[in-house]
């Protein structure tokens, strides 16, 4: 996911603290959901083992909804991220998105 380890001391607020038996080890800082959303693309292009726009329909509309489970198309520019992935308009994204909410 792209988190940073750093001295307990240097943690912010929104950095996570991991304590062994009390005592404060070491920090990690989640990178921001933008930057997330690029390493789960990498982690899914090393999945498929070749770039997600070389994947045929199908398997597009499948990342699409994993994605979208994972909360991809919150993020700003998140459509227009996963359409450059996949080698698609925006437009074709969320026609992949409004087809999996479809009856």
């Given at each position: 996911?792209?988190?940073?380890?750093?001295p307990?001391?240097?943690?912010g607020?929104?950095?996570?603290v991991?304590s062994?038996?009390g005592?404060?080890v070491?920090a990690?800082?989640l990178?921001?959901?933008?930057?997330?959303?690029?390493?789960?693309?990498?982690?899914?292009?090393?999945?498929?083992g070749?770039?997600?726009a070389e994947?045929?329909?199908?398997?597009?509309?499948?990342?699409?909804?994993v994605?979208?489970?994972r909360?991809a198309f919150?993020v700003?520019?998140?459509?227009?991220?996963v359409a450059?992935a996949?080698?698609?308009?925006?437009f074709t994204?969320y026609n992949?998105l409004?087809?999996?909410?479809?009856p």
């Amino acid at each position: 996911m792209g988190g940073e380890m750093l001295p307990p001391r240097e943690a912010g607020q929104d950095d996570v603290v991991l304590s062994w038996e009390g005592v404060d080890v070491i920090a990690v800082r989640l990178p921001q959901l933008a930057d997330s959303l690029d390493h789960i693309l990498a982690a899914m292009e090393r999945k498929e083992g070749k770039p997600l726009a070389e994947l045929d329909r199908r398997e597009k509309q499948e990342v699409v909804r994993v994605l979208e489970a994972r909360g991809a198309f919150s993020v700003r520019h998140g459509v227009e991220t996963v359409a450059g992935a996949l080698g698609v308009s925006r437009f074709t994204v969320y026609n992949y998105l409004n087809r999996e909410k479809a009856p």
